[in-house]
């Protein structure tokens, strides 16, 4: 719908989608024209220490693969058939140039896939940085704490040797600021889904939040506050549909086509773990009195990480924060949304079914790869789920 008087978001959807859907990253070149000193750093989405990177004059810029936009030819004769679909995608575009304006990628300890994927990519551009970010499972703080900070010293190190900002505590403390900002914008749009899941889609709000992948912090937030103060003012109409929370999709992105079949099918998603990478961290990151900033994110990847099946919980009792966001966010039922061959989400997700089951919440599941096409089905199990939990509540299977 073209964007009219009545209702000026249509524009901002327009150039958020645009952003999500750059394969060729546009705006990450557009950006290294305007920063010619600085770099442009990949990562794997589920999670970046984006703070310090912009710190550095680095441009961060999650690579989420190439979703249902690309056809895989060589990236498929990389890796086996049966793990997920993303390290290939990813390899794709590498092979076809399209990642060519990255100086760098950064790949976090998600699973042994992403690890392998790590390695491949090293052989394939040995001209290019690549880091493994091995994520602490860890959380003693002399122990997870100090090796998490010790990791980002490292690739601080490593980019300032290929030609990255050097390191300045007032500039991390100023990144971090710009960051707590943002993610409290984020908040405010996720409490709007959560509130009047009418007046802001699922899927408005995944393009909105996926947009910052190429943006710094203080372009997203700048978009997203554009956005919220002409939200309040869109021409809606309250759905009678079922609150759903998805979980499963922290990685590898189900198709945005996927998430418009489920709205369709009667499903209003006001919870979900989609681009975990933007809201791993909740609440702002504080530099605490005797910390410097890259202490201070260590701290909070240890203190304030959310739960997901790549992080290791120690002794809390699986599915326990999962039923507490369902509480919280009034939800009548969770669909499990997993990428196919996605060993993390779909060990856990027996445990959370016992979990809900416990609880009494409803739930039903499905799989997806991010080139997934087809979306009749998913959409009549949804939709089906949806008739029942509004007939029977916590009976529906």
Not at 156 to 164: F, I, K, P, T, Y
Not at 219 to 240: G, K
Not at 245 to 255: A, D, I, M, N, R
Not at 295 to 314: H, K, M
């Amino acid at each position: 719908m073209p964007a009219t008087a009545t209702d000026p978001t249509q524009e901002m959807l327009r150039r958020a989608e645009e952003l999500a859907n750059d394969l060729e990253l546009q705006a990450v070149r557009r950006w290294k024209e305007h920063n010619p000193d600085g770099l442009a750093i990949g990562y794997l989405p589920i999670y970046a220490p984006r703070p310090l990177l912009e710190a550095l004059n680095c441009l961060p810029v999650a690579v989420f693969g190439g979703g249902d936009q690309l056809d895989i030819i060589r990236g498929d004769s990389y890796f086996q058939s049966y793990i997920c679909h993303i390290p290939r995608s990813v390899i794709e575009l590498g092979l076809t140039g399209r990642l060519d304006v990255l100086d760098g990628m950064i790949f976090p300890s998600i699973c042994d896939v992403i690890r392998n994927l790590g390695g491949m990519w090293k052989l394939l551009f040995p001209d290019r940085y690549a880091a493994y970010l091995d994520l602490p499972q860890n959380f003693d703080p002399a122990v997870g704490g100090r090796f998490y900070a010790s990791e980002l010293r490292r690739i601080a190190v490593d980019l300032e040797e290929r030609g990255a900002r050097p390191l300045s505590s007032e500039r991390l403390a100023q990144a971090i600021d710009e960051e707590n900002i943002r993610r409290a914008v984020l908040e405010q749009l996720a409490e709007l889904r959560r509130h009047e899941p009418w007046r802001l889609k699922a899927s408005e709000a995944y393009l909105l939040v996926r947009a910052g992948s190429a943006l710094t912090a203080v372009e997203h937030t700048r978009l997203l506050r554009d956005f919220l103060d002409a939200a309040h003012e869109r021409p809606v109409r309250p759905l009678d549909n079922v609150r759903v929370l998805v979980q499963g999709s922290f990685c590898e992105q189900p198709p945005l086509g996927l998430i418009r079949s489920l709205e369709i099918a009667g499903c209003d998603i006001v919870e979900d773990d989609l681009q975990l990478g933007m809201h791993m961290i909740e609440g702002p990151v504080e530099i605490r009195a005797g910390e410097d900033g890259i202490d201070a994110l260590a701290r909070a990847f240890l203190e304030q990480g959310v739960d997901t099946a790549s992080r290791y919980i120690a002794d809390d009792t699986k599915g326990r924060s999962l039923i507490e966001r369902a509480r919280a966010c009034r939800v009548d039922g969770v669909v499990f949304s997993a990428a196919s061959f996605c060993d993390p989400a779909l060990l856990d997700q027996p445990m959370q079914e016992k979990a809900l089951e416990r609880a009494g919440i409803p739930y039903t599941s499905f799989k997806f790869s991010e080139n997934t096409g087809q979306f009749h089905v998913i959409r009549e199990q949804a939709g089906a789920f949806s008739d029942a939990v509004k007939l029977w509540g916590a009976q529906a299977p």
